[in-house]
C-alpha cells in the first residue's frame, strides 16, 4: 500500500503520512527518539542521483555568506541578530534542521549529523556562523562553558577566530556552482535513472517508471510541459534542444525489436519525421491499435460487431433487424453503425459485409 493510499484511506495529507513513515513525528513510536532521521537517499520514491545531491548541497551553501574570509563568521542569511539559522532541507539531507549542524555535516563529508546528544561548539561564539572551522563537537557543558567565557572576556558574538579548526586532509566539502544548471544536471540524471539501459547501446532502453498515459508512453513533468512523453525528451536530450523546440515533429520509434518498440527511450532507435511516416511504422511494425485494441473500440468487441453483421446480413430480408434497432442495442449511433454492417470501419472485426445471394433472392 503506497503513501498516498494511506493518505486517502486516513484522510490525512501525503507529507504528514510520510513525515510519519520516516519517523519524523511520532519518534517514540519508531524507536527513533533522539535520533537523526533523514530521507535515506530517496526522493520521491526513488533513489537520489548524485547530481541531486550537489544540487540540494549547493542550494544549502548558497544560503551561507562566505564573502567575508576563511576564517571569519559564515551567517546563515536571514536570520536576526545572534540566533542559531534554521532550514528545513537540513532535515532530509543530514537529519538536522539547524544550519550550523547541515554545515558542519556537509563539510565534513558525513552521511548523517553527529548524534543529537552532541554538540556543536561556535568558537567565535556567533550562533548564526556555518563556518565549519567554527564548529568544533562537543558536550552541554562545555558549550555553556564556553558561553559563559565568552561573557567574561566580552566577545560574545564575534565574529573571527584567532585558532580556527584545521580542515581536512581533502579540504571542507563545499559544494558550488550555478543553481540553475546544477538544477538542470540533477533533472536529467533523475530522468535517465528511470530509464533501463542495462542492455547496452544497441538494445531498446525501456521506460521504468509508473508514470504513463494512456497509450502507454512514459511520461513526467519536463521543463514547464506538465505530461511531457519520455522518449521525447530522450530525443531532445540527445540533439541538445528544448522539449519545446520540437514542436509538432513526430518522434518514430524505429527499434529493431517489438517488444519495447513502443517504450524505448534509446535516442540510436528514434527519429524524426511527419503523422504519416509514424503511421507507416505502425503498419509495418503491427504495432497500429486497431479494432478493440484501439482506446476508441474498446467498448465494442469485434465479437459483438460480428454478431451484428451476421444477424444483418443472413438473415432473409424481411426478417432482418433494422440498423436502428442493432444501433440501439450496441449502445451507438446509426451511423456508426451502418458503417460497421457496409465492412467501412472496423474490417478486421470479422462476419459478412454484404448478404447472401440465397437470403438476396428472398428479399
Known sequence: ????????????????????????????????????VTDAGERYGIAETPER???????????????????????FK?????RYGTTAAGQGMTGSVSAHVVAFTLANGLQQALP??????????????????HLLPGTKSENNRDTWVARKEGRAGAKEVTEPIVPPPGGWQIATGDLA?????????????????????????????????????????????????????????????????LGSAVIRHTCPEETYRNNCNNPRHLRAGSQAENIADKALHGTQPRGERHPMGRRFPDALIREMRIRFWTAPADQRPTI???????????????????????????????ATPDNAQQG
Not at 536571514?78 to 545572534?82: A, C
Open 116 to 133: 543529537s546528544s552532541t554538540l556543536l561548539r561556535h568558537l567565535c561564539d556567533y550562533k548564526p556562523c556555518c563556518n565549519p572551522a
Open 181 to 245: 544548471e546544477l538544477d538542470r544536471e540533477a533533472r536529467v540524471s533523475e530522468f535517465w535513472s528511470r530509464v533501463d539501459r542495462g542492455g547496452g547501446d544497441d538494445a531498446c532502453w525501456p521506460w521504468t517508471a509508473k508514470t504513463r498515459n494512456h497509450f502507454g508512453y512514459g511520461q513526467l513533468r519536463w521543463e514547464g510541459v506538465q505530461a511531457a512523453l519520455s522518449h521525447r525528451i530522450a530525443y531532445a536530450l540527445s540533439q541538445e534542444v528544448a522539449y519545446k523546440e
Open 324 to 354: 436502428t434497432a442493432l444501433a440501439q442495442e450496441a449502445g451507438t449511433s446509426i451511423a456508426v453503425m451502418s458503417r460497421w454492417l457496409r465492412g467501412e470501419h472496423r474490417t478486421d472485426a470479422g462476419g459478412p459485409i454484404t
Open 1 to 36: 500500500m503506497t503513501q498516498t493510499e494511506v493518505a486517502a484511506a486516513l484522510g490525512a495529507t501525503l507529507s504528514r503520512i510520510n513525515q510519519l513513515v520516516n519517523g519524523r513525528t511520532y519518534k517514540h513510536l519508531h524507536g527513533t527518539a533522539g535520533m537523526r
Open 53 to 75: 545531491r550537489k544540487c540540494r548541497e549547493a542550494r544549502f551553501w548558497d544560503r551561507v555568506d562566505r564573502s567575508a574570509g576563511v576564517n571569519v563568521c559564515w551567517p
Open 78 to 82: 536571514g536570520v536576526k541578530g545572534n
